[in-house]
């Protein structure tokens, strides 16, 4: 494990309870010099953009962050694919900072999910819809400093980036995945002032990862007024000039993957197969499942269709001790 990796690790455990402290999945570093800070900020961890140049130029350009705000109807999305027999999402941790902000100053975060990349009436692709009609909406709670987000060289920029870490229970079935590939989409409200507008970095060094594919929810020409749609984002796009190159952005899902599937020890108390297992699961086939239940709740053969025949009649088959 590299020191950057470790810092990042070590941030996100001391940021969040212990209970959802289980990183599932990691869409990429952030962290390129976990001392690097001169000046004010000597010996802070840093964030360097990875640069580029246009056709032509020698000027080296950098992204700092792109847009994921609230009030200006901006927002981003990530892919990631859930493995095994599926995850039970707890909380996912969130990257961000704003123009001249020292301390975390983000309010509310909005989450989202689908399972397409996101497409909208302006882009040129079907147009899937996400799982939720109306986004999450979720307090930030505290947010916890991670690094200073820099270009290529510099290392004195005081640009703090700060973590927040927001519950996933809300999504559907509670938040538990079929193994399949998903996009995460979110936005931030933040301070007002100087400006309402909140960025996300990118997963620096770029090279770390690969399929960059993040998408964004702005005006294709940068417009603050113009309508809205998803595309994929590339920074150092220019029409005609340069295709520019499409990149990843960080967050970090944490929870828990799913048994293949339930035991008859449905209520987790110990005893296995008694009336208590067989009440708990038909109070979750009707939406009351217990806090020590089977994780998959109602989608007991863990299958990804949630309280179905096929669910009862595993149930019953594990129940007389045979196999899901």
Known sequence: MNPSTAFSIMTLLAAVPPALAQPLFTNGPLITQPTGGTGAIAGQPLSNADGFTFPGQTFIFSTTGVGATIPADT????????????????????????TSQTTPTITTITINLWTAPPFSANSPAPVP???????LTLAAGPGTFVCHRESPTSTSTVRPVFSYTVSLDGLPNGGRLAPGTYWLEWSFNGAAAPSQNVFVPLVSPRTAVTD?????????????????????????????????????LPFVLLGSTLPACGTADFDGDGDVGTDADIEAFFACLGGNCCAACFPGGADFDADGDVGTDADIEAFFRVLAGGNC
């Not at 927002?75 to 704003?98: E, M, R």
């Open 75 to 98: 927002s981003v999305a990530d892919d990631f694919t859930v493995t095994g027999s599926g995850w039970d999402l707890d909380a996912v941790t969130l990257y961000c900072f704003q």
């Open 129 to 135: 819809d996400p799982l939720l009609a109306t986004p």
């Open 212 to 248: 960059h594919n993040a998408r964004l929810y702005n005006a294709v020409d940068g417009q603050p007024t113009m309508p809205r749609s998803w595309f994929e984002g590339r920074e150092g796009y220019s029409a005609g000039v340069s295709e520019g190159r499409a990149y990843e």
